[in-house]
């Protein structure tokens, strides 16, 4: 069972809510002109009023709360989920969207109940970092996509030169979603994990570790990442708005990590370092 909450607020406020409840648990978003929808998974919903209610005292919005069965999901998504483009080279679409041969890259992707279509802006600028890391033609990383929601970072790398890609996440359906992602594209993921960072061995050091997370969780396990990366290998970090950006790099230059590009797309950031 999953319960879908209508927020309705100020468009200005809907970057600052995801924000918070993403970090709080909820699931998934789907903006909409008046406000937000935020879905919680059965389980999870516990808590997810106290989490509203706490928010409302800071910012100003209303919402109401609606149950859907999970063989509903995708027609909630249907509504209102519409094909995007990443530049001139990359499609992200569902599988009820026509194709567009005259994209270079295409992924087929289908949320369900995980986070990454890159509709939201981190996930678009990672797609963009991604790209351009790859443009020269390189190949042969080995990739780890660090909570990987529907693996559309994971399938992009993999698809356009990674040698090898693991993908993790903590919940459940992100990981299963990832999977169905991957048979959908074609595409052979080594390892997919329901788990945490602690999951993820460190012996066999990655080239390049993907992260759209949170600010959070990239604080605390900024440490892990480093132990999981070999010299010269290179991070891509989002999840972050523009407000915490000097935090986050503070902390990260601080455990030895040079910032080589930082990106804006709206009021959230990217970053690309390299450990030394």
Known sequence: MTTEYKIDCNPDLTEILVAYLASAGFDSFLEEPDGLL????????????????????QFEFTYTAKEYVEQNWNEVWERGFSPIRVGELLLIRASFHAAEPEVAHEL????????????????????????DHYGAGRSGDRVLDYGCGTGVLALLARRLGARTVDAVDIEAPAAENTADNAATNGVELDQIVHGTLEDVPVGLPYDLILANINRNVLLDTGAALKQRLRSGGTVLLSGILARDADRLTDHFTGLGFTLRRQEAREDWRAFEFVRA
Do not use: K, Q
């Open 108 to 131: 087929v992707i289908d949320p369900r109940m995980a986070f990454g279509t890159g509709h939201h802006a981190t996930t678009y600028m990672m797609c963009e970092l991604i790209l």
């Open 38 to 57: 935020a879905y919680a998974i059965d389980g999870e919903d516990w808590g997810a009023v106290n989490v509203l209610e706490e928010l409302s005292h």
